[in-house]
């Protein structure tokens, strides 16, 4: 009967290992979560928080019909990906000139607890209705100020 209490001691610490691994999962969807709040309360600061540096991977990719239709329009336009910046996005977003909105869905973190690695679909909008929609990924690494975005990588379809 003694035994009882120190194996519920003893299984209560093998459970100890998840809510480590759990921990920089939350600690990332608290800056996914940041993320949207900002995004949506023309906070550019705050979305400039979450980023590493201004020198950050920024790369958008259109989709084969968003492509066509650019390439349509801009003759001058020759691949469906372009290099974008921090700074770009947080002027737009600080403008305040459109309200905007990014909904994600089906949110996957993968983490060594180091690094780590964000996906998900994205529905973007602009004054309440979808501008474009999509998939993005954003690669963070922990720093002594916590998780930041490293690089994002996002597909574009309108």
């Known amino acids: 009967m003694s035994l009882h209490p120190a194996f519920s001691a003893f299984a209560l610490l093998l459970t100890l290992p998840c809510f480590a691994a759990?921990?920089?999962k939350a600690e990332i969807q608290h800056a996914v979560d940041t993320f949207q709040a900002a995004l949506k309360a023309h906070d550019a600061k705050s979305v400039s928080s979450l980023f590493l540096n201004d020198n950050i991977s920024w790369?958008?990719?259109l989709?084969?019909?968003?492509?066509t239709s650019v390439k349509a329009r801009h003759s001058e336009v020759t691949t469906a990906y372009?290099?974008?910046?921090?700074?770009?996005?947080?002027?737009?977003?600080?403008?305040?000139?459109v309200q905007v909105e990014e909904r994600f869905h089906n949110i996957r973190i993968d983490t060594d607890g180091t690094v780590a690695s964000v996906y998900f679909d994205f529905d973007f909008l602009?004054?309440?209705k979808i501008a474009n929609h999509g998939a993005e990924t954003w690669q963070m690494?922990?720093?002594?100020d916590g998780w930041k975005i490293a690089a994002m990588l996002y597909s574009s379809n309108f």
């Open 126 to 128: 602009a004054d309440g």
């Open 141 to 144: 690494i922990h720093t002594p």
């Open 59 to 61: 790369y958008t990719s």
């Open 22 to 24: 759990d921990a920089p």
């Open 63 to 67: 989709g084969d019909a968003s492509f």
């Open 82 to 97: 372009k290099a974008g910046t921090l700074k770009q996005f947080t002027d737009f977003i600080g403008s305040g000139k």
